[in-house]
């Protein structure tokens, strides 16, 4: 088992305090590493260490396609190392090795967007009155936060560092404790590149001490947040007392919308893959499928087949679905099941942990279809962060769109049907930051805007739309 360190000004060190914790396999309960456990004081030596190296010269001269050159170089160095880097995240989350290599590509395609932008971000001119030449700058915001959930560790530190580092800011990660490796091996990549050092910081521990700390932090000039709503509102409320601007990424119960002219079996399987991707642990997991009542039986059937023959292991195993994080999500899921149990919903398959002898180590649970819940009953309307579809029928286009947006998320929804008029008609009313029609996807790729309606959250990462949150729009006249 290695012993880890944090990433500052260029150096790795251990933490302030000394103290560690443990990252575990949620596969077989192993202990992987043992990792620093940063708090306040750690994160001011990695603040500073961002602060001084945004105010220094070399990074304030750097060319902005000099940011672009190395960016592609990490991108690189992402896909040279892909079969190993996949391996210890699927280590550290329990996704498939599949998974784990689709997260070190996307990263790695991050890199790559943004490389292409950095010497592609500028202003205006705007015409004001003559005598007066009046132009727009945008300059970068500064020393930006970004606060990692487990799920996706390196694919989400890399969506918003990227963009941040493009626009010419520093960066201080802090990864979920459950899950800090892949950010720790993004450090030692950027650290082999010509990056000054400081540009990117990561410091390791726990959400209440380390992750809170750097939101209070008043030398910090912008906070990426993703996570749970929870954590969301005390991240805005920590950033507001120094009037930080915040962009919040966060949960989703997202709807799949079959109407009776789709094509149903393409819909059976981006149905099932919606769900059971990450174990449904995916902010934009499909967890609610609203379905026509003319096809509900047959759909639901058919969709119950499928799930119960979806093979569980372990992530290294590279079998369909993994374990969910730990013992503590575990807990959630079946405080959830126990709730819709006694709100009388009908389990069509699944509803339990697997209990093979060889996956005893971690916490498996197997793949579940939820019917018969009311559309405002707690377990239709949380997110449960879990393999677990809850399904409800309608009879008409009005009534699906009210169920569809009938909860306080906004993130995703699918709109399946054949009817193409119907299909921008409902796109055109659905309360969500993406809808796919025909298709549906985990936020799709790096180039689509992402991000929620209502308690989703605000703000926009990925694609050119993210570059907003990294970069402040200065207005200057002249007078000639
Ligand atoms: P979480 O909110 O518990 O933790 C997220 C991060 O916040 C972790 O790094 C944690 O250490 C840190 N944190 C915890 N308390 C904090 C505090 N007081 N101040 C600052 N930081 C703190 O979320 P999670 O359980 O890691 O992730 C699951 C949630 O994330 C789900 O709700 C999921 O939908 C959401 N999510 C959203 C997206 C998206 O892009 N919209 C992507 C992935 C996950």
Redesign the pocket.
């Known amino acids: 088992m290695s012993k880890k360190k944090m990433y500052m000004a260029g150096e790795w060190k251990d933490s302030a305090s000394q103290e560690c914790f443990e990252t575990k396999d949620p596969s077989t309960g192993a202990i992987l590493a043992q990792v620093p456990r940063g708090k306040a004081e750690d994160i001011d030596r990695a603040v500073a260490a961002a602060r001084t190296c945004f105010e220094s010269e070399e990074w304030q001269q750097f060319h902005p396609a000099e940011r672009g050159r190395i960016m592609h170089k990490i991108a690189a160095a992402l896909r040279e190392d892909l079969e190993a880097i996949a391996l210890l995240e699927t280590r550290d989350t329990g996704k498939p090795l599949a998974q784990g290599r689709k997260d070190v590509e996307a990263a790695a395609q991050y890199f790559e967007y943004y490389a292409g932008m950095a010497d592609k971000i500028f202003g205006e001119t705007i015409p004001v009155q003559p005598g007066i030449l009046d132009y727009t700058v945008r300059e970068p915001i500064g020393v930006t936060a970004h606060?990692?959930?487990?799920?996706?560790p390196l694919q989400?530190i890399a969506r918003s560092a990227a963009a941040a580092i493009a626009t010419g800011n520093t960066v201080v990660a802090?990864?979920?404790?459950d899950t800090p490796l892949t950010a720790l091996r993004l450090a030692e990549i950027i650290d082999q590149t010509e990056l000054p050092k400081g540009v990117f910081n990561v410091v390791t521990g726990?959400?209440?001490e380390a992750?809170?700390a750097?939101?209070e932090h008043p030398d910090i000039d912008h906070i990426t947040?993703?996570?749970?709503?929870?954590?969301?509102s005390?991240?805005m409320a920590?950033a507001a007392k120094n009037v930080k601007p915040v962009t919040l990424?966060?949960?989703?119960k997202s709807p799949n919308i079959l109407f009776e002219d789709c094509d149903q079996a393409e819909a059976l399987d981006w149905v099932m893959r919606s769900i059971i991707q990450n174990a449904g642990q995916t902010?934009s997991a499909g967890s609610r499928l609203l379905i026509h009542r003319s096809i509900k039986e047959e759909f639901l059937k058919k969709l119950s087949e499928r799930l119960s023959a979806v093979r569980l292991g372990k992530g290294e195993d590279d079998f369909d679905l993994g374990p969910v994080l730990n013992e503590k999500q575990y807990e959630r899921i079946e405080s959830f099941m126990e709730t819709a149990r006694g709100e009388g919903a009908k389990f069509l398959c699944g509803g339990k942990r697997e209990e093979r002898e060889e996956l005893s180590g971690g916490y498996f649970f197997q793949p579940t279809i939820i019917e018969g819940l009311s559309p405002k009953s707690y377990v239709a309307q949380e997110?449960i962060?879990a393999p677990v579809v809850a399904a409800f029928a309608f009879e008409t286009e009005e009534e699906a769109i009210r169920l569809a947006n009938g909860t306080d998320y906004g993130?995703v929804a699918g709109v399946w049907t054949s009817d193409g008029a119907r299909a921008h008609r409902v796109a055109s009313k659905i309360r969500a930051g993406q809808v796919f029609i025909n298709n549906y996807g985990a936020?799709g790729g790096v180039q689509m805007p992402?991000g929620?309606y209502k308690k989703?959250?605000f703000g926009r990462?990925k694609g050119l739309e993210a570059l907003r949150n990294y970069t402040v729009l200065k207005n200057v006249a002249l007078k000639y």
Request: aromatic fraction near 16%.
């Open positions: 606060i990692v959930p487990w799920n996706y989400i802090k990864p979920a404790e726990y959400g209440f992750g809170a750097l939101c947040f993703t996570g749970s709503v929870q954590t969301g005390a991240v920590a990424e966060l949960g989703g902010c997110e962060f993130l936020g992402f929620g989703s959250g990462e």
